[in-house]
Structure formats: C-alpha cells, structure tokens
C-alpha cells in the first residue's frame, strides 16, 4: 500500500488538489475532517479542549464554537501548540482507523490530507509527499476574499502557520497553485500519474493482496515442512 502525503498553508489550494484526488477515484483520508469528529459535545477531545480553555468556547448548544476557539490560538502560538498536543492523539488514532477501513476495502494508494504533515512528524510514515504551494501574495488575497478580512489579519493568519516556503523545500512533489485552475489541474494529471503508478514490492507486501500471498506463502511452507518431516 502506498501512503501519499498531502500538505499545504491557509489559502494554498490544498483542499482542491484534495479533491482531485477524491474526483478522480483516489481515496483520501482528511485530518481536518477527523479533528472536526474528535471535538464533538461529550468525546474525549471536546472534554480536553473545554478544560483547556474553558466554556467561554462553547456555543449554546455545547458544541465547540470553532470560529471563537480559532481567534485564541491564532493569536497566540502557545495556546496553538497545547491545542496541537492536546488532539494530537486522537486525530492520529481516527487517522489510523480510516486507514485501516481502506487497507481492508483493498486500496492500493491512499492520500493522507494533512496541513501539519511536517509538524507532527507524520511525513515519516508518508511517500512521497506532495506540497501544494502558492506564492505569498496570492495566498494573502487569496485569503482576504475567502474569509472577508482585512489583509492584516490574513497576514496574521498565515504568519502563524510553518511558512509555504520551507514546506516546499521538505515536498517530494511540489505542486504550484499560484495560477489558473486549468494550470493546477494540468499539474495534478502529472502528479496523478505519478503517485498511481504501479506499486514497488515493499509496497505490495503491505497491501491487503500482499499480507494475504504472504500468509498463503507461509501457511504452504509450514504444510510442506511437515509433510517432509513424517
């Protein structure tokens, strides 16, 4: 099985390069939306998060208010990386259950959508890894429009995120979303390509066909042995 690592900024394009993927058959396993289940009323996370924060975060409902929790930890990169740590374990976990559902159903390859891929440490287990990046100024306006905010604050945002700059140092596939949709579309059918093609046999021994032949293997190695041994 191959495990594609994908990983961007606020603002980059990630999301569509994301749902390429998903349009055009590939599996995709998205930490955003695993990180939205894990907060939910009455889970171990949203638990985590109140006693961390407090109830000012919770809309009337008891839901958390994500926008509100968003301002606090943009704003200040210490209350950021105890939100980081705090979920940390539980979004790897329902991360490490989607892949299994996948590795059951048989896929082959499998793109892990991860804004803090490098951040957590998660490229270790992720190859290759594509970056989808966009030059500075198209991300600030880029984010300006989406979110409806002064181009301070969209600064801010994207100040407090790993610069798209060294991610792209760290990709094995950098993708350029910079310009038209047509032009990222025209990367992604290369990057497509690329990250579907045949697998390598380290790759195959750790699919679902691969354990099953190797199982098969071995059973057929023991039931030889003993046959010879009488």
């Not at 310009?179 to 059918?189: A, C, N, R, V």
């Amino acid at each position: 099985m191959r495990i594609v690592g994908l990983t961007g900024g606020i603002a980059s394009g990630k999301s569509t390069v994301s749902d390429l993927f998903k349009s055009h058959g590939v599996p995709v396993v998205d930490a955003d939306l695993i990180a939205r289940d894990v907060v939910r009323k009455g889970t171990g996370g949203w638990k985590k998060v109140v006693a961390a924060f407090g109830n000012d975060i919770l809309l009337e409902n008891g839901e958390i208010d994500r926008a509100r929790l968003g301002q606090i930890v943009f704003s200040d990169s210490t209350k950021r990386q105890l939100l980081n740590r705090l979920l940390a374990p539980y979004i790897s976990s329902g991360m490490f259950w989607e892949i299994m559902k996948l590795w059951l159903k048989g896929s082959k390859v499998i793109i892990l959508d991860i804004p803090l891929l490098f951040e957590a440490k998660m490229d270790r287990w992720t190859a290759p890894i594509i970056v989808v990046w966009v030059d500075p100024e198209t991300q600030v306006q880029r984010l300006m429009v989406r979110d409806g905010i002064p181009e301070e604050q969209a600064r801010n945002k994207i100040n407090a995120q790993t610069a798209l700059d060294w991610k792209k140092t760290k990709g094995d596939i950098v993708i350029d979303n910079s310009g038209t949709i047509e032009e990222t579309k025209l990367q992604f059918q290369e990057v497509l390509n690329q990250v579907t093609r045949p697998l390598t046999w380290k790759e195959l021994a750790l699919s679902r066909e691969g354990v099953f032949w190797i199982l098969i293997s071995a059973l057929v190695g023991v039931l030889v042995v003993q046959k010879n041994l009488k």
